[in-house]
């Protein structure tokens, strides 16, 4: 992400931030646009994408995982979502580039302000290779009706981006069957039923390939996958990839699949040329550029856009990835209780551990563990008010010392061979506060109600949000984010669109109904900006009820921490629920404890 030689702090980013804002605009000046967009994806629509692509967090000097940069002539603009806004306040902070905080009363849009800022001949300039068809759409939507010319062929940053890295090629390797559960020739089986007839899907998510595939990489950190597009036809399937990622047992474990392999730069050409086909793409995942290729006159191809069954397919897991994901957080709910004892004596024995070298101990005794393959993400490890920053990465620069006082919240996960982790806890280091238990509890609650849902099958993430909110709404408190996403299986910790929120999906064939073997996370909050932040994260897997009925049953077996719980806050169901699922953290993991662990933990899970 170097500009001019590595950035060594926020004052040097927010300063060479200006400077690639000013240069930018010199191109667009060249080149003869008005205004530029820059997301924070990829090709494929990826959460968090490589380091090559991460143009956005280039221009701009923020460094969170979701946003959207808008520069003018005279003006740069950045939209991001409730969960960096803290973050994102800090580091634009005399950048000259204005906060648009989503969803917030009185915030336009990305697309409402183009269409007020750009007037009638006028160029609007984006990469049409990363911004998805379902976004370009809207925006364009607005603009050209009012006489704004589009320009996407080029991706400009590159022209000032002097030493951007090269795009990753690590070598996939194959997932065995044993952790998958059906082989890449049965899933491409299944998907084609699912097609009604089509002619060919067109694959662009990394995470889908990976799960239709049965192979994963590591081009990007923390998620498990590789630089890829796929094509699926009646009777062919054809994989776009580098050739630098393949290995000889690779390249025959995918002709043994009945998969062709083409060159990763030939997929435009390619699809370009598809002519008289019927097309199944998921527009929220293609990018602009790909559908206006398929989508040419000439080329007379029937559209239809549907959330690819790959997509359904992954989301709703198999019998044998549930029992291996069950298998994966037991063993990281075993680290989980060692790290929370031992950091709960190191701080009460004074040791000088920060935020970053607390967790980097957390890190490592998942990194021992014989399966595991990557972190599932960045460990996000806050003390005291940096908890209240939702993504928080701590540096070793500038983390907080931990004292023994106040609430301390990590939020960590790693991908393992035979399942994915995601999971937060929030523990005391001493003496807290009357606010900071009370908040404590009414998290602790909202999550453990959420868990212990039983609802009719046709319920959707909207439905049954207010389960985990309503211990906070009725003290006055809410949390800005979502409340829980899918997770995908040896996959992306992010998976999509299985969630739990509180606003319904605009895309209304993206409102997944829960089905029996979706995993997800289940994570209330609250954040006070200068004091605290407090998260409870489980994972979860959706089972039938019997008769109609769907719920719960946890995966992750993590201890709760019982010192900041008031008691006498909770109902005589809230204490049932929390002694319920404390047993069953005590049954599943103190036999991978020490006596010392073991007997910590025993006293920890004690019924209330």
Not at 83 to 94: C, G, I, N, P, T
Request: charged content about 30%; some cysteine; overall charge negative.
């Amino acid at each position: 992400m170097q500009y001019l030689g590595k950035l060594k702090s926020r004052y040097c980013e927010r300063s060479i931030m200006r400077a690639t804002i000013v240069d930018l605009r010199k191109v667009m000046q060249r080149e003869g646009i008005d205004a530029w967009i820059s997301p924070s994806s990829d090709a494929h629509q990826s959460e968090y994408p490589t380091e090559y692509d991460k143009c956005r967090r280039f221009l701009s000097g923020f460094t969170g995982s979701a946003g959207t940069l808008l520069v003018l002539k005279e003006e740069a603009y950045l939209w991001t979502d409730g969960r960096y806004f803290l973050q994102a306040e800090s580091e634009l902070k005399d950048s000259g580039i204005t906060l648009m905080k989503m969803g917030e009363p009185g915030v336009p849009t990305l697309d409402e302000l183009l269409e007020k800022k750009l007037k009638s001949g006028e160029v609007l300039g984006f990469n049409g290779s990363v911004l998805s068809f379902s976004e370009g759409k809207v925006i364009a939507g607005k603009v050209v009706k009012n006489g704004v010319k589009l320009k996407i062929g080029k991706d400009i940053t590159n022209e000032i981006w002097l030493d951007r890295p090269e795009r990753p090629h690590s070598k996939v390797f194959i997932l065995d069957e044993k952790y998958a559960g059906k082989s890449a020739s049965t899933k491409i089986n299944e998907v084609r039923e699912r097609m009604n007839g089509k002619d060919l899907l067109i694959i662009s998510s990394l995470s889908d390939i990976a799960w239709l595939t049965n192979l994963r990489a590591f081009d990007i950190q923390c998620n498990p996958l590789f630089l890829s597009y796929f094509v699926l036809e009646k009777d062919r399937a054809t994989i776009f990839i580098q050739d630098k990622s393949l290995t000889d047992e690779v390249r025959e474990y995918l002709k043994k699949n009945g998969i062709d392999i083409k060159p990763y730069d030939d997929f435009d050409e390619t699809v370009a040329d598809i002519s008289h086909k019927e097309i199944l793409f998921d527009e929220a995942d293609v990018s602009y550029k790909t559908f206006i290729s398929i989508s040419k006159k000439e080329n007379a191809n029937k559209l239809y856009s549907v959330l690819s069954p790959v997509t359904y397919l992954k989301n709703i897991k198999s019998d044998v990835e549930v029992a291996n994901t069950k298998k994966s957080h037991i063993r990281d709910g075993v680290y989980m209780a060692k790290y929370i004892y031992w950091l709960k004596n190191q701080v009460k024995n004074g040791a000088n551990l920060t935020e970053k070298t607390a967790s980097d101990y957390l890190d490592n005794l998942r990194r021992e563990d014989e399966l595991f393959l990557d972190l599932s993400f960045p460990t996000i490890s806050g003390y005291a008010d940096n908890g209240a920053i939702v993504h928080y990465e701590a540096e070793y620069e500038t983390a907080k010392k931990l004292e023994a006082k106040g609430l301390y919240l990590f939020d960590s996960g790693a991908t393992y061979k035979d399942g994915t982790t995601d999971v937060t806890r929030t523990i005391s280091l001493g003496e807290n506060t009357y606010e900071e238990k009370l908040h404590y509890t009414l998290v602790t609650i909202g999550m453990l109600r959420l868990l212990n849902t039983k609802f009719k099958r046709g319920a959707i993430g909207v439905s049954l949000d207010i389960k985990a909110r309503e211990a906070l709404w009725d003290y006055g408190l809410d949390y800005n984010h979502g409340t829980g996403h899918g997770v995908g299986f040896v996959n992306t910790v992010h998976e999509m669109p299985t969630s739990i929120r509180n606003k319904i999906n605009k895309d209304v064939y993206r409102n997944l109904e829960f089905e029996p073997g979706m995993i997800m996370s289940d994570e209330p909050g609250v954040y006070i900006s200068g004091k605290h932040g407090i998260r409870m994260e489980i994972l979860m897997t959706v089972v039938d009820k019997g008769e109609g009925f769907l719920g719960f049953e946890p995966l992750t077996m993590a201890p709760i921490d019982n010192e900041p719980l008031l008691v006498d806050v909770m109902t005589k169901r809230d204490i049932e629920f929390y002694n319920n699922y404390q047993k069953q953290v005590y049954d599943y993991i103190s036999g991978g404890l020490n006596e010392e662990e073991k007997a910590w933990l025993k006293e920890v899970t004690k019924e209330i």
